[in-house]
């Protein structure tokens, strides 16, 4: 089910007092990392402890080393890897952040966003994650604002197999659950959805609609250089709009997934105002509860 904002976390409206920080959500191999390169262009600060960058990112990651250890091994001790799509349970996350892993994260926050300015963090794992850190990132005197990555669910998937040999129904099964964990999660705190094809295609518009849907300026001089020299349209292998081929004719999972990535498509170049109001439409929340518990059913543990 659609889990909602938990009781006691933060809302749309941040507390005198409390800092903006960006948070990067969604699916693996969505484009989160040319997404928060970008980030650079609205002011973000991504630290200066980056992963490197390696042979499936070569031009990089753009995640902090640290706020990637403290994820994985969070998920490592329930029982979790990143390509499980089985449910986190938000009462769990809750209670983890309450103990001595929570604490460990909340030192860390601390530390990290210490010198001021705007930091964010990017790590696919957020997505499933957010009831572990929205309490944290309060007790840091922190307000989010999120920036949901969505790519087409058989581009991503093709991106996997080609990548870790994967099934598509698994890569399915996991883009559903990055997306409807990324959603439920950043319910209520000021967010912005992005499609990856449409920052490729026009990386100037989208970050200025992400500018303006969280309330940052542009540096014109620093999107010049992330549209001219970070950018590469080689690095995608469809074209925006297409449908991708190569993942054979989807199952059940897979249906479900393009279902969702169609009603949610149009929400990214939507405005803030009316993409709450299209997240909250009813046959949204109902094809959402629909995915969840299709999704539950064949991922029970």
């Not at 581009?155 to 399915?172: I, K, N, T, W, Y």
Request: proline share 8%.
């Amino acid at each position: 089910m659609v889990d909602g904002n938990a009781a006691g976390e933060p809302g749309m409206d941040a507390a005198d007092g409390e800092r903006p920080c960006l948070l990067v959500l969604g699916m693996h191999r969505s484009g989160t990392s040319a997404l928060t390169r970008g980030l650079m262009a609205l002011g973000a600060s991504l630290g200066d402890r980056l992963l490197p960058p390696d042979s499936c990112n070569p031009r990089g990651f753009f995640e902090d080393e640290d706020i990637y250890a403290v994820n994985f091994h969070l998920m490592d001790a329930l029982g979790y890897t990143w390509d499980n799509p089985a449910r986190l349970a938000p009462p769990r996350l809750r209670e983890e952040a309450t103990g001595g892993r929570g604490q460990e994260a909340l030192r860390l926050l601390r530390a990290k966003t210490a010198e001021g300015g705007l930091a964010a963090f990017k790590d696919p794992r957020f997505s499933r994650l957010m009831p572990f850190w929205r309490p944290l990132l309060a007790s840091a005197g922190l307000a989010p604002r999120c920036v949901l990555a969505l790519r087409h669910p058989d581009a991503v998937a093709q991106s996997l197999a080609r990548r870790d040999d994967m099934e598509p129904v698994l890569a399915h099964a996991l883009w559903l659950r990055h997306t409807l964990d990324a959603l439920d999660g950043s319910r209520g705190l000021p967010r912005v959805l992005v499609s990856y094809d449409r920052l490729l295609a026009a990386p100037a518009r989208e970050l200025a609609r992400v500018g303006h849907a969280l309330g940052l300026a542009v540096d014109t001089a620093a999107l010049a250089e992330f549209s001219r020299d970070f950018l590469d349209a080689g690095l995608r292998h469809h074209k925006p709009g297409d449908a991708p081929a190569g993942v054979g004719e989807p199952g059940p999972l897979g249906r479900l997934a393009l279902r969702l990535y169609a009603g949610l498509e149009p929400l990214a170049a939507a405005p803030p105002e009316a993409l709450e109001a299209g997240l909250e439409k009813g046959s949204l929340l109902c094809l959402r509860e629909e995915c969840a518990r299709i999704l539950d059913e064949a991922t029970t543990l």
